[in-house]
């Protein structure tokens, strides 16, 4: 009766358990296949929005690096416009070595190349000597520049269908035009670092015609045109073809896709705009590896329970018990690394921020340096004049006091001329110069030291020529320098026995004015230059004096040098155009 009992209660057991396995494996594949569903929509739609974002991101430095090719471009005409070589060749009609110096400028400037033109529109000199001779007279870029008065910005072809960017600008000597300077900027090298996996970008006008672009056969057509003659999914896979090696081997039409997303952007340009296509195959990829992942990890969990289930399967469950630990810590690593790459995208933002905070604060500083540097002498021989009229005043001396007064208005007036001058120095550009005589600002300058030197004994030998030194400048300016540059020669002589300074003035093919020192020299000639380089103690400078009085002479066409002495001391030399009677006259 036993045995008997044992046998009825098993074998309901035994039928049973098929059904409780088919039931877990049928419950366990119902929940990989809606967690498997959820998962997909929302990492589509996150991954979607993610490449979107990046490539609203490329985008905008792709405009970004196109604008600042252009503005650099802009200034180059205007620059080449004032180089006196080109101007003496258009005049004197000599052009024997007009297209080498054109040819110079190429590396420097980074532009495709380089045209002068006469007033009949022939081109006198080139970067490029086979277009020598070639007649422009009809050429947009000729005619509106000779027209304007400013530099022409033109977008032309050529008999080939190649487009060129050229800016131009009339060239005019003692106001009278002589001929047009033509500056091809070559925006054809952002093309192919446009081209990538997913992007296809193009560039168009005003009136919608496609300038640039990463597919060559889009070029002078309309959008609409243009994607009829070639989807965006096409030109992207052929850009991914013609990339590197590893890519031509894994790009398919079945990665690519068909969906590709649009987007638009603005270019502060004469109307232009830039658009881009992105294809989703990222976003696919990126979708399928989590899947995948999750697919494999429902795998690994349908063996554990037949391993629950069956004992004949314990050293299959212990293989894939490792594999299980491997797996959770390859996506451990899978996601430490997307919150770093969502960490860096946020961060991109507040670094922009911070560089554009960083940079205003960076130029106020050197302004309020500048500022204080330079008004410091002015304000010292302030003091000194007003102590010396109150002291006539008790003096009963009125008329002599009056003449101290006069002499502190002068130090007024060039305390509102410096600031003037430094703001017009922070802008390079926009000086009004005038003929001025050498000598004249030398000793307006001494003039100025005058309190400095009373304070001091120290020999001072001043050799200048009988006839005027005439240059064309700004006179405060020039005044600056020489105060600068005498005031740092004071400072050096401090800790001689028997300090002495020469200043030599002389006219040649330059005016050249020379202040010497018997001080201890120059340890740092490199550095000499540079903004906030000193070796006086904190409160006795700031190290701008040189650095603003090499940049005056710069913007004069001429220059500033230093060197040390032979018999020691040092040595500083100003060189400044002469400025001949014709020259003198053309101003």
């Known amino acids: 009766m036993s045995g008997n009992s044992d046998t009825t209660k098993t074998g309901p057991d035994q039928q049973g358990n098929p059904w409780r396995v088919r039931i877990a494996i049928l419950l366990l594949i119902a929940i990989a296949v809606g967690v498997v569903w959820v998962t997909n929509s929302l990492l589509t739609a996150r991954f979607t929005e993610s490449t979107r974002n990046r490539a609203q991101v490329r985008m905008t430095l792709y405009a970004g ?37 054109l040819i110079s400028y190429i590396d420097e400037i980074g532009a495709a190349s380089l045209l002068l033109l006469d007033n009949s529109g022939r081109v006198v000199a080139a970067s490029d000597r086979n277009l020598i001779g070639a007649n422009h007279r009809s050429d947009a870029y000729f005619v509106n520049a000779v027209r304007s008065n400013d530099t022409i910005f033109t977008v032309t072809k050529d008999e080939n269908g190649t487009v060129m960017f050229t800016y131009s600008r009339k060239m005019e000597y003692a106001g009278s035009p002589i001929g047009v300077i033509v500056v091809e900027v070559d925006l054809k090298q952002f093309q192919n670092s446009w081209a990538g996996i997913s992007d296809a970008v193009f560039v168009s006008d005003s009136e919608g015609e ?22 965006p999914s096409a030109a992207i896979q052929r850009s991914i073809q013609t990339t590197t090696d590893w890519v031509s081997l894994t790009a398919s039409a079945n990665l690519l896709g068909s969906g590709v997303m649009r987007q638009e952007a603005r270019i502060p340009f004469q109307g232009w705009k830039m658009t881009s296509f992105t294809t989703y195959a990222s976003v696919r990829q990126r979708v399928n590896g989590v899947l995948a992942l999750e697919i494999m990890g429902f795998a690994i969990l349908l063996a554990l329970t037949f391993f629950f289930l069956s004992r004949r399967a314990q050293v299959r469950s212990r293989f894939f018990q490792r594999e299980s630990a491997e797996l959770r810590q390859l996506n451990q690593r899978l996601q430490r690394e997307i919150a770093e790459r969502e960490k860096a995208e946020k961060s991109l933002q507040v670094a922009e921020q911070t560089l554009a905070q960083s940079s205003k604060l ?105 006839e005027a030194v005439m240059v064309l400048g700004d006179r405060v300016r020039i005044e600056q320098v020489i105060i600068n540059l005498f005031r740092n020669a004071l400072d050096a002589t401090k800790t001689v026995k028997d300090p002495q300074i020469d200043i030599l003035l002389a006219a040649g093919e330059t005016a050249l004015l020379t202040i010497r020192d018997n001080g201890a020299g120059i340890e740092d000639l490199d550095s000499l230059f540079e903004p906030f380089y000193t070796t006086k103690q904190a409160g006795d400078g700031v190290g701008l004096g040189l650095a603003i009085s090499s940049g005056i002479v710069n913007d004069l066409g001429g220059r500033l040098t230093a060197r040390n002495a032979a018999v020691g001391g040092a040595v500083f030399e100003v060189q400044l155009p002469i400025l001949l009677d014709e020259t003198e006259a053309a101003e």
Not at 77 to 89: C, E, W, Y
Not at 90 to 98: E, G, K, P, R, V
Not at 406 to 425: N, V
């Open 65 to 101: 690096n196109l604008i600042s090719e252009l503005k650099r471009s802009s200034i180059v005409p205007q620059l080449l416009a004032r180089d006196p070589t080109l101007i003496g060749a258009l005049n004197s009609q000599d052009y024997t070595q007009s297209s080498q110096r």
């Open 362 to 466: 960076a130029a106020l500083g050197e302004m309020s340096a500048a500022v204080s540097h330079e008004l410091n002498q002015p304000l010292a021989a302030m003091k000194t004049y007003l102590a010396g009229a109150r002291l006539l005043l008790r003096r009963k001396r009125p008329e002599e006091a009056v003449s101290s007064f006069q002499r502190i208005d002068d130090l007024i007036e060039r305390m509102g001329a410096i600031t003037k001058q430094l703001k017009s120095y922070a802008r390079k550009g926009g000086d009004a110069f005038a003929p001025l005589d050498m000598r004249d600002a030398v000793n307006s300058a001494l003039s100025m030291m005058e309190p400095q030197l009373k304070r001091r004994h120290v020999e001072i030998t001043k050799t200048m020529p009988r």
């Open 210 to 231: 496609i300038l640039l672009a990463t597919e060559p056969v889009w070029r002078g057509l309309h959008e609409e045109e243009a994607l009829q003659l070639r989807s």
